[in-house]
């Protein structure tokens, strides 16, 4: 496998999903979600998981979104588009999400 | 003051002692532990059941080297059928792609493999192993040919600081996601070598600058984790998140610790899991309990702004350094103790003594 050299930036277009041996499961014993990744332990708040359940690997960022500006109608859209994106970069440069488009 | 105890995120499982490298700063114990006085498979299978009901998210087998243990494969099948997050921390230098692919297949998640410097002679030298580098260098292949992501661990001193621009190059090279640069921590071995290891504040200024500009560089790329030695700093690290409060160590005997280095602590009975249930131990036993919170803490921890950020730092360096694991951690620059740590600095410029090779007595 050939050591991956280019950075990959969230847009609009971007196809998300979770790279291999990210693990997003709820636990039982705390009650909450948790994304488990290598030497890495996230707890997503409420928001997070949010965003994190419309990463499917079919839904582009844009449409994401597009989802939570449909929920959240008082929160004007490129706020909410701002946030989503920072936050998809932020977990894409801790390694914890891959696209299959390099756009 | 008292709050309820939260439970565990991960548990370091140190499956065995025995490891082909003989590093000079090895964080076992200076008294290894022997085979024959290991935990038995089946007992090993019942704490990893016992963690996941307990809480603990993530497993970390490491060691010694875990690859020496011939049920470590078993281990990693019942961690994933517990739920658990396996992780596996090793040296390199025992199995490869055979092994590997069917930790892959039991659910490993992810393979830490350390290395000693960049440079094969250099590395086999503090290794303490002749090509152990090269067994290196193509395990970290066969992580990569099984799909398992890969973090390098680089445990960085005074003997090859100077190397971290290569270091980086060589992690990105083998195909490595994260790169952990760790100075050594100055305990067990590394505390009997500490002389040899230290590095002066000059290096440590030159490698942190490295380090910060490789991070910009190379965003979203390769991820550094970079590790300070603390007796440069003005105040101590957090260690483990505070004393029971996320961690929890088994050790190849079966002994319960809230960290690697506190079984060096007298005067605490750490319970064994031969003897009890891990839920009981982490919240009932007296050593669990016995620093957790801020209850413990002396002054000047007690009226401290920082007592909740670094929990008084930690304890094992306040026994090894100031004989007393309830004072503060003497690298903490208000500690009425600081004086030994300045002492050490000072050997960091003086000329290197022999390394003392771990080994069993």
Redesign the interface.
């Known amino acids: ?9 969230v847009s609009a277009a971007s196809i998300l999903r979770l ?3 990210i ?1 997003f ?1 709820f ?1 039982e ?2 009650q909450r979600w ?1 994304m ?1 990744a ?2 890495r ?1 996230l707890l997503p708040d409420e928001q997070a998981v949010e965003i994190l359940q419309l990463v499917d690997g079919k839904t582009s960022a844009g449409a994401i979104i597009d989802a939570l500006a449909g929920r959240y109608t008082q929160a004007p859209r490129e706020l909410i588009a701002r946030d989503v994106t920072a936050m998809l970069q932020d977990l ?4 914890c999400l891959t696209s299959d488009s390099s756009d | 003051m008292t709050r309820p105890t939260d ?1 565990p ?2 548990l370091l499982a140190e499956l065995t002692h025995r490891c082909p490298l003989r590093c000079p700063y090895c964080s076992n114990p200076v008294a290894l532990e022997r085979a024959a006085g290991e935990l038995r498979e089946e007992e090993w299978r019942r704490v990893l059941g016992e963690a996941a ?3 603990v ?2 497993v970390h087998f490491s060691g010694g080297e875990p690859m020496a243990r011939r049920d470590l494969l078993a281990l990693i099948a019942s961690a994933s059928d517990h ?1 658990l ?1 396996s ?1 596996l921390i090793t040296s390199g230098a025992l199995g490869g792609e055979r092994e590997i692919s069917a930790f892959a297949a039991a659910g490993l ?2 393979v ?1 493999l350390s290395f000693q410097d960049f440079a094969p002679a250099n590395s086999d030298r503090i290794a303490g192993l002749a090509g152990a580098h090269a067994r290196k260098t193509s395990f970290a292949a066969a992580v ?2 099984a ?3 890969l ?1 390098v661990n680089m445990v960085v001193h005074r003997q090859n600081l100077g190397g971290v621009p290569e270091m980086i190059d060589m992690a ?7 790169l ?1 640069i760790a100075h050594v921590q100055y305990y067990a071995w590394a505390l009997t070598n500490r002389a040899a290891l230290l590095p002066n504040r000059q290096q440590l200024d030159e490698a942190t600058r490295v380090v910060a500009a490789a991070r910009d560089r190379l ?3 390769l ?1 550094i ?1 970079y590790v300070v030695p603390d007796y440069h700093g003005v105040r101590p690290k957090s260690c483990m998140n505070g004393w029971g409060r996320q961690f929890l160590n088994v050790t190849p005997s079966g002994k319960a610790v809230p960290c690697h280095a506190a079984e060096s602590l007298p005067g605490i009975v750490f319970p064994s899991v031969r003897d009890g249930n891990l839920a009981d131990i982490w919240y009932r036993s007296d050593a669990f309990n016995r620093f957790r919170g801020t209850d413990w803490m002396a002054e000047p921890c007690r009226s401290c702004d920082r007592r909740e950020i670094d929990w008084g730092g930690c304890r094992c360096q306040a026994f090894l350094l100031a004989g007393d694991a309830g004072r503060a951690d003497p690298v903490c620059a208000l500690s009425p103790d600081h004086g030994v740590v300045e002492a050490a600095l000072r050997q960091a410029e003086s000329a290197l003594p022999a390394f003392v090779y771990r080994h069993f007595s």
């Open positions: 496998m050939a050591p991956s050299t280019d950075r990959l930036v790279a291999p041996h693990v499961r636990d014993v705390r948790t488990l290598p030497e332990l894409a440069d801790k390694g | 439970p995120l991960a009901a307990l809480g998210l993530q739920g997050y992780n998640k992810h830490q990569r040919a799909g398992l992501p973090t990105l090279a083998l195909g490595a996601r994260r952990e965003k979203g790329v991820a984790d």
